[in-house]
């Protein structure tokens, strides 16, 4: 979640404040990976455009994403019924096949973007992708494993980013004790030393299909007087000794 809130409104990683804004994601390839980012940013409460060749794919998580598109990316003339200029990302998550990544990457490259990430498999993939001018190219199965090595090293830890060696966001979930506390109350940054960056909370919205999701959001800029409720999840700033502390009492 940390990673999603830091860069879902396409700021860069050491940016701890910012707005949270509802964006606009096309993602092509409905394999595990594409189809497991397109849920996520949907049930965060983003429209989603969903892209697969294969009807099976698109089948299985139509009722998961906002709109979900049988198209196939490698053809020049189906791709021109995206909406790309409209869209603030277009992730190819093509994985299974670097050739059609590649020529799909190509030809959302020539629809200008307003930002493109790609999904690279291997060195050679991320080579050419790179050779090409992509800025952005992620390596979803190697991101996975760091942060579930990390996850399972700091085991009270829901997520965390890395922001320089000594410091890292943090996604906890808040102990009992502080439940019904303010934020002033719970002097962090007096007892810890540690800033609370914002509060994720689950909350009810619409998309524009009119379907009402339970998704998390963040409540924006925390002031003393905030409660601090049953179920939040406290995003905060911090070197890891002090976690540990605040964590362990």
């Known amino acids: 979640m940390i990673r999603e809130l830091i860069n879902r409104a396409g700021f860069p990683a050491n940016s701890l404040v910012h707005q949270m804004t509802i964006m606009k994601f096309i993602i092509i390839g409905m394999g595990n990976f594409g189809a497991a980012l397109a849920i ?7 429209e989603v455009i969903g892209v697969d060749k294969r009807p ?3 089948e299985a998580v139509k009722d998961r994403v906002t709109f979900t598109i049988n198209l196939d990316s490698t053809n020049p003339l189906a791709v021109k019924n995206l909406p790309v200029e409209e869209t603030d990302v277009v992730i190819v998550a ?3 096949d670097e050739g059609n990544s590649i020529l799909t990457t190509a030809l959302m490259k020539q ?3 307003k930002r493109l990430i790609s999904r690279a498999i291997n060195v050679l993939h991320h080579n050419v992708l790179e050779a090409m001018g992509v800025d952005e190219i992620v390596h979803p199965e190697e991101e996975a494993a760091y942060r579930l090595a990390k996850r399972l090293e700091l085991h009270q830890i829901i997520d965390s980013f890395e922001i320089s060696e000594k410091y890292s966001i943090y996604e906890v979930a808040i102990p009992k004790e502080l439940v019904g506390k303010t934020v002033g109350e719970s002097k962090f940054r007096q007892h810890f030393s540690m800033n609370i960056i914002t509060i994720i ?3 009810k919205r619409k998309n524009i ?3 009402t999701r339970e998704v998390n959001d963040a409540i924006g800029v925390i002031a003393p007087d905030t409660l601090l409720q049953e ?5 905060v700033f911090s070197k890891k000794e002090d976690l540990d502390r605040f964590l362990n009492g």
């Open 40 to 46: 996520k940013l949907t049930e965060m409460g983003h």
């Open 56 to 58: 099976e794919k698109t």
């Open 94 to 96: 093509i994985g299974e």
């Open 111 to 113: 629809n200008r973007p």
């Open 201 to 203: 909370r689950r909350i």
């Open 209 to 211: 299909l009119g379907i």
């Open 231 to 235: 179920g939040d999840l406290l995003v």
